[in-house]
Nanobody, 117 residues
Framework: QVQLVESGGGLVQAGGSLRLSCTYS????????MGWYRQAPGKQRELVAT???????NYADSLKGRFTISRDNAKGTVYLQMSSLKPEDTAVYYC???????????WGKGTLVTVSS
């Protein structure tokens, strides 16, 4: 059974930092990319950052320089380090795993990040 479990969300003041973690298990297909997405209240889900199997990273333009994605393959975990947080970063953050198998892509249930002003 595939499981993606996000953690690390919470309430933080503007200017603060948080590190999100997504630990995955049960994936039998080769992973092609891992990523973080977010969905703010009343808005569509949007890309935050991705990292491919070869380590290539990609970030939403508005988040470059503040957010850093990383992974620990041995631990089956992908991280999102967030700094200089702003109230507009408030959202539910979701982990996503893409595999090389057609249609076998997975979402976590999300972790809420709230940034107070």
């Amino acid at each position: 059974q595939v499981q993606l479990v996000e953690s690390g969300g919470g309430l933080v003041q503007a200017g603060g930092s948080l590190r999100l973690s997504c630990t995955y298990s049960g994936i039998i297909f080769s992973i092609s990319a891992m990523g973080w997405y977010r969905q703010a209240p009343g808005k569509q889900r949007e890309l935050v950052a991705t990292v491919t199997r070869d380590g290539t990273t990609n970030y939403a333009d508005s988040l470059k320089g503040r957010f850093t994605i990383s992974r620990d393959n041995a631990k089956g975990t992908v991280y999102l380090q967030m700094s200089s947080l702003k109230p507009e970063d408030t959202a539910v953050y979701y982990c996503r795993i893409n595999t090389e198998a057609y249609g076998e892509n997975y979402w976590g249930k999300g972790t809420l990040v709230t940034v107070s002003s």
